[in-house]
């Protein structure tokens, strides 16, 4: 289709092309015939001077006085013919018109008085050239070219060179390219005086038929010749008769209308052979850049499907630099978004149900009990410890939804830390936590180990900190064995406070150090001693820690256990030392 969309504007632009291309061959031809045939006029009428002077010049020795006897005229005569060789003869006649001397001997006392152009020289020309005519010694057709001498304005003699008209080509210029061009002289009375390859043709057949257009030059007109058939050779020609002015004669060149069309075929072939080879060329250029363009948008399109039939691991790993590579990112990107959110969800959904169903199971439990217990009158101690067992399950309970809802908060971006963070002493947050702890019934104890003595001042919500840290605590106590140690540690590097919690539990494999502070996530190591959780807690912590331009991390203790650091900055004004 794109193809054909191309190819029909171009084919109709060489049409086009090819009449705008015949059209110029046929100016082009003309123009050149226009230029050969001023070239050929002034090289007749440059050999008609040539031949009045040297005519000119054998009368200044023929009329030296007394007139030469005709014998030695003869000798004149046949010096000049020497260095004419398109002349046939010379001859010297009386004013009458009587051949005096020639060098054809024989025509000695030939009169031509009744020739028209002796009659001109007569009536006073002084250089003529005759229409073309069948010379009176029979030898073929000649165009004889004279000149009359005076003497004191009185005619005292003509000189006349017979020219014969199959050597006229000699001194006309050949025509350039075309060896089937026809070109020649026409004579004042329309008679063919030289046409090239044409030398013997009879006086009847050099003469102009009635309508030829080389009537129209001959009385001055110049005329382009179109779609003529020739009468010399009967091929059908284009070109230019040009008027010879100075005589009234005329010139003419023509070219077989055939080759100016061919010509023009075959330029148009070529032009339509180079256009085709472009178009191929540019039409495999355009499939293979297209393939280029397309496979990015199909492996784009391809995996957009993919994602909305809920592969969530699809990628288009398109490589480069170009938009469409950015796209390609941009989307894998989006992708990589999409499968974590799809992750976490999952997780989500699966943690909940799992913690939020053993709670429940033990309410559930208890409930049948106490109702048991109701029916059958028991002591209400027992059904207070009961209901306190239930109230711890609902405390738990109620834990867990703070806890999700805390995450829920935090991956909105929406927890409330208090708009003026203030100066704290962070050892004293520590410490209230680590009361908190000794007080509850954990069956452990708890060592503050610290270098420093003062208070230790950051900028801070004593409150979220807080969190932090016994959050902290309660993995360590969570997650080690009981009758072990927590220690916790505090001190400052650079301007920074450093908070340690360290146990002697199961610590986390390598692998996820830092996979255990996103939401939902859960160690693989945990198995059948899983103390239970949402894989909520470390994630909240670092929230609030970041929130506070601090950082957190995990890192395995040397011998057993872990050890979870909380980095926060000091308050600058007063460094707590
Ligand atoms: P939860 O404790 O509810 O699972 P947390 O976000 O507090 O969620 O902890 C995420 C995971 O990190 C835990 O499930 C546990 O696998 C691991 N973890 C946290 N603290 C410790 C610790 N002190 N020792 C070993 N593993 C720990």
Request: charge should be neutral; charged fraction near 25%.
């Amino acid at each position: 289709m794109l193809v054909m969309i191309v190819l029909v504007p171009l084919v109709i632009l060489q049409v086009t092309e090819i009449s705008a291309q015949r059209r110029h061959s046929m100016d082009m031809e003309f123009n050149a015939c226009q230029d050969y045939a001023e070239a050929l006029s002034s090289a007749f009428i440059n050999y008609l001077n040539g031949l009045w002077d040297t005519e000119n010049a054998i009368a200044a020795s023929i009329t030296q006085t007394p007139l030469e006897s005709p014998d030695q005229i003869e000798t004149y005569l046949k010096e000049a013919q020497s260095s004419q060789p398109t002349v046939e003869r010379y001859s010297w006649l009386n004013p009458d018109g009587i051949v005096i001397a020639s060098t054809a001997g024989s025509s000695r006392g030939v009169s031509l008085e009744d020739r028209s152009y002796i009659n001109r020289i007569k009536g006073g020309a002084e250089a003529v050239v005759s229409p073309i005519i069948k010379g009176r010694l029979g030898d073929g057709i000649i165009m004889p070219v004279a000149r009359g001498i005076r003497k004191n304005g009185k005619l005292i003699g003509i000189i006349v060179a017979a020219v014969d008209v199959k050597k006229i080509g000699m001194v006309l210029p050949e025509y350039r390219d075309n060896k089937n061009s026809l070109f020649g002289i026409l004579d004042g009375e329309g008679n063919a005086v030289y046409v090239n390859g044409k030398p013997d043709m009879t006086l009847g057949k050099r003469h102009l038929i009635q309508d030829s257009p080389g009537w129209a030059a001959i009385r001055g007109e110049a005329t382009r010749i179109n779609n003529w058939t020739s009468q010399f050779d009967g091929v059908v020609r284009m070109g230019m008769i040009l008027p010879v002015k100075e005589i009234g004669w005329a010139c003419f060149i023509s070219t077989p209308q055939n080759d100016v069309v061919e010509r023009s075929i075959y330029e148009a072939i070529r032009s339509t052979a180079i256009l085709l080879i472009i178009l191929i060329c540019s039409i495999a250029a355009a499939i293979s850049f297209g393939r280029r363009i397309l496979q990015p948008v199909i492996k784009l399109k391809n995996s957009s499907d993919a994602i909305f039939r809920g592969d969530l691991s699809v990628r288009t790993n398109i490589e480069g630099t170009d938009e469409l590579a950015d796209a390609g990112k941009a989307f894998d990107q989006m992708a990589e978004q999409i499968q974590k959110l799809e992750i976490s969800r999952q997780l989500f959904i699966r943690t909940s149900v799992h913690e939020l169903k053993n709670p429940m199971t033990s309410i559930k439990a208890m409930t049948s009990l106490m109702k048991r217990k109701v029916n059958s009158q028991k002591p209400a101690e027992e059904l207070i410890a009961i209901m306190d067992e239930l109230e711890k399950e609902v405390g738990r309970l109620n834990g867990l939804l703070n806890e999700i809802a805390e995450a829920f908060r935090a991956q909105s971006g929406d927890v409330k830390l208090k708009s003026k963070l203030k100066r704290i002493d962070i050892m004293e947050v520590i410490q209230s936590v680590i009361k908190f702890f000794s007080m509850s019934d954990t069956g452990r104890s708890f060592n503050l180990v610290t270098g420093v003595s003062g208070p230790i001042w950051v900028e801070g919500d004593p409150e979220r900190l807080g969190d932090v840290i016994r959050n902290l605590i309660g993995n360590a106590l969570k997650y080690s064995p009981h009758g072990t140690d927590v220690e916790i540690g505090l001190k400052t590097l650079d301007n920074w406070a450093l908070i340690s919690v360290k146990d002697q539990g199961s610590g986390i494999p390598e692998a996820e150090l830092e996979k255990i502070f996103e939401s939902f996530y859960r160690s693989s190591s945990l198995n059948s001693g899983d103390p239970g959780g949402m894989g909520l807690g470390l994630y909240i912590c670092k929230d609030i820690v970041v929130r506070h331009g601090g950082s957190v991390w995990a890192e395995n203790n040397k011998d057993r256990g872990s050890t979870f650091y909380v980095k926060l900055p000091l308050n600058n004004i007063m460094k707590g030392e």
